[in-house]
């Protein structure tokens, strides 16, 4: 059973920096989403099996990163964060591990709330 993990979640101020973790039950190429009151779910970024790709949505792209260790856990390192990013953040696994990223697994959601 797939089991996805997420921490880190929380309050920050404008210009602030949180970072969230998700620990899988194994290895998987991951990301990260995130939803917003009455928006649609949106990208935020994914990471191959092995770490060596990474991508980023337009909207974060500069302000937030994603890693992985060397065992089951992803982070996103989020800075200068805005208002804007407050949300409800995802972890998701691409267990098939289609050639495009494919989420088919998520974690509960974590909030992630940015006001002064």
């Known amino acids: 059973q797939v089991q996805l993990v997420e921490s880190g979640g929380g309050f920050a101020q404008p210009g602030g920096s949180l970072r969230l973790s998700c620990t899988a039950s194994a290895r998987y190429a991951m990301g990260w989403f995130r939803q917003a009151p009455g928006k649609d779910r949106e990208f935020v970024a994914s990471?191959?099996?092995?770490?060596?790709?990474k991508y980023h949505g337009r909207d974060v792209r500069g302000r937030f990163s994603i890693s992985r260790d060397t065992g089951t856990t992803i982070y996103l390192q989020m800075t200068r964060l805005r208002p804007e990013d407050t949300a409800v953040y995802y972890c998701?696994?691409?267990?098939?591990?289609?050639?495009?990223?494919?989420?088919?697994?998520w974690g509960q959601g974590i909030q992630v709330t940015v006001s002064s």
């Open positions: 998701a696994a691409d267990v098939a591990n289609h050639r495009d990223f494919q989420p088919d697994h």
């Open positions: 990471i191959t099996y092995k770490g060596a790709n």
